[in-house]
């Protein structure tokens, strides 16, 4: 029991900066997530008043993609927040169900998310480990089906993100696939033009069934994002819409000047691409990869995922 009202009931993932436990809250009567970050995170008063800060900064963050911040708690053993627990699954598992996706079905997936990026980026945030495995593809109580972006939990206030650049524990935390070339160089904390970047891995991967750099060892993978260019996605789809290759390429240069300089304004192409086609219910792409099979099946338990390739070094 936490805080008097929150009652745990079992670990759900757990990762390199924290832990997620599904719980209930006693007063309001609801299922909860809460995330209790790990010690590291924590362990000198500066870091625990930075962890608390900004927590409650993106307690502020209300919008209809963003799964909300119920509570943030300063717990005498460990600060911890407190989230709603979302059904459904993450686009992750859409992927590895449908394998991949048209890019007009990508678009329309990933444009709610993004939209919620350009949110947070225009509140003076970054979100920093923007991944499939961080969209949820959530069930509204009428049965359709929302998606929401998650984790903000390495998340950095701009302000102290530009403060920051020089503390290589934060410049180094987040998903190695998704990481922007200047971040896996230790040269920058990472800002929005780094989001972007990620953005520009997820949709890549949605179309070509595989991100645009891929290796099995660590020292290898960031050496080719930090040296290489990414791969033409028209190389590996050669059909692909040329609108959705055109901002997938722009969100992968290497130079972050030559990147979209914020998330809405890739939203607004996306967007302009959508307007483009016929209109199209975002349960479509679901409906046709299989998922929806998921989502009405075994799948309805499950929320946030911190994947395993998260990690501090």
Same mark, same amino acid.
């Given at each position: 029991?936490?805080?008097?009202?929150?009652?745990?009931?079992?670990?759900?993932?757990?990762?390199? @900066?924290?832990?997620?436990?599904?719980?209930?809250?006693?007063?309001?009567?609801?299922?909860?997530? #809460?995330?209790?970050?790990?010690?590291?995170?924590? +362990?000198?008063?500066?870091?625990?008043?930075?962890?608390?800060?900004?927590?409650? %900064?993106?307690?502020?963050?209300?919008?209809?993609?963003?799964?909300?911040?119920?509570?943030?708690? +300063?717990?005498?053993?460990?600060?911890?927040?407190?989230?709603?627990?979302?059904?459904?699954?993450?686009?992750?598992?859409?992927?590895?169900? =449908?394998?991949?996706?048209?890019?007009?079905?990508? =678009?329309?997936?990933? &444009?709610?998310?993004?939209?919620?990026?350009?949110?947070?980026?225009?509140?003076?945030?970054?979100?920093?480990?923007?991944?499939? &495995?961080?969209?949820?593809?959530?069930?509204?109580?009428?049965? @359709?089906?929302?998606?929401?972006?998650?984790?903000?939990?390495? !998340?950095?206030?701009?302000?102290?993100? !530009?403060?920051? &650049? $020089?503390?290589?524990?934060?410049?180094?935390?987040?998903? *190695?696939?998704?990481?922007? *070339?200047?971040?896996?160089?230790?040269?920058?904390?990472?800002?929005? /033009? !780094?989001?972007?970047?990620?953005?520009?891995?997820?949709?890549?991967?949605?179309?070509?069934?595989?991100? *645009?750099?891929?290796? /099995?060892?660590?020292?290898?993978?960031?050496?080719?994002?930090?040296?290489?260019?990414?791969? =033409?996605?028209?190389?590996?789809?050669?059909? #692909?819409?040329?609108?959705?290759? %055109?901002?997938?390429?722009?969100?992968?240069?290497? =130079?972050?000047?030559?990147?979209?300089?914020?998330?809405?304004?890739?939203?607004?192409?996306?967007?302009? %691409?959508?307007?483009? $086609?016929?209109?199209?219910?975002?349960? %479509?792409?679901?409906?046709?990869?299989?998922?929806?099979?998921?989502?009405?099946?075994?799948?309805?338990?499950?929320?946030?995922?911190? !994947?395993?390739?998260?990690?501090?070094?």
């Amino acid at each position: 029991m936490l805080a008097g009202r929150y009652q745990l009931d079992a670990l759900h993932a757990s990762g390199a @900066s924290s832990e997620l436990y599904r719980g209930y809250d006693l007063r309001e009567r609801r299922p909860i997530a #809460v995330k209790i970050p790990r010690a590291s995170r924590v +362990d000198t008063p500066e870091r625990r008043r930075s962890f608390l800060d900004e927590a409650r %900064m993106l307690q502020q963050l209300e919008h209809r993609s963003i799964v909300r911040v119920l509570d943030v708690v +300063d717990d005498e053993h460990a600060p911890f927040i407190v989230t709603e627990w979302l059904k459904g699954v993450t686009l992750a598992d859409a992927l590895s169900t =449908a394998q991949k996706f048209s890019a007009l079905d990508a =678009a329309t997936l990933i &444009a709610p998310a993004v939209e919620a990026l350009a949110f947070a980026h225009a509140s003076g945030f970054v979100h920093r480990d923007f991944k499939p &495995a961080n969209v949820f593809l959530c069930v509204r109580t009428d049965g @359709s089906v929302e998606a929401r972006l998650l984790d903000f939990g390495i !998340a950095r206030a701009i302000t102290n993100t !530009a403060r920051a &650049a $020089h503390d290589r524990e934060f410049v180094a935390t987040g998903s *190695p696939t998704y990481m922007a *070339p200047e971040r896996v160089r230790f040269e920058s904390h990472g800002d929005a /033009r !780094a989001d972007v970047w990620s953005v520009g891995v997820t949709m890549f991967e949605l179309v070509a069934g595989h991100a *645009p750099f891929e290796e /099995r060892s660590l020292a290898k993978l960031f050496a080719r994002i930090g040296q290489d260019d990414a791969p =033409a996605i028209e190389s590996i789809e050669p059909g #692909v819409d040329r609108g959705y290759a %055109m901002m997938v390429r722009r969100c992968l240069r290497r =130079a972050p000047e030559a990147r979209y300089q914020s998330a809405g304004e890739l939203a607004e192409d996306i967007q302009r %691409m959508l307007a483009s $086609h016929p209109p199209r219910a975002f349960l %479509m792409p679901v409906q046709r990869s299989g998922v929806q099979d998921k989502l009405e099946g075994d799948c309805l338990g499950a929320t946030h995922s911190i !994947a395993d390739e998260d990690f501090e070094f």
